[in-house]
């Protein structure tokens, strides 16, 4: 699922928006959000846990509460030999450790780019 902020809905509405999923708004309640999710109310500028972007004030969109806040950057990052060395590849085994410095794409490596190996993006 992508962890970029969108708008889906606005006062219920349209119905079938709901229930909405990760970095989706606009929610006015836990319920309006899928299981497992919660609705985070902003009163203003926050920065939303997990997700990236710039949400506008007062929007609230519904995100992981167990998340840590870290979300892989850039989105969907590979590395420079094929889209199967992506960040879930990285945390198999010992991979971070070996090759997470070795390979770049977009300007990142393994180690910047995935949170598994202790990069990523994180929004306070």
């Known amino acids: 699922t992508s962890n970029t902020l969108v708008i889906m809905a606005a006062g219920g509405e349209p119905d079938s928006a709901y229930p909405l999923g990760k970095c989706q708004g606009n929610c006015n309640s836990h319920s309006d959000c899928n299981a497992g999710l919660e609705c985070f109310f902003r009163s203003g500028s926050e920065q939303v846990p997990g997700c ?60 910047e780019a995935c949170c598994v190996c202790g990069g990523g993006s994180t929004q306070s």
Request: hydrophobic letters at 15%; charged letters at 30%.
């Open 52 to 111: 990236i972007g710039t949400p506008p004030n007062r929007v609230d969109y519904c995100y992981d509460p167990a998340d840590d806040g870290c979300t892989d950057y850039p989105e969907e990052w590979h590395d420079s030999d094929g889209s199967e060395f992506d960040c879930a590849w990285y945390g198999n085994d010992s991979n971070c450790e070996y090759y997470g410095d070795s390979f770049e794409n977009e300007g990142f490596t393994a180690n």
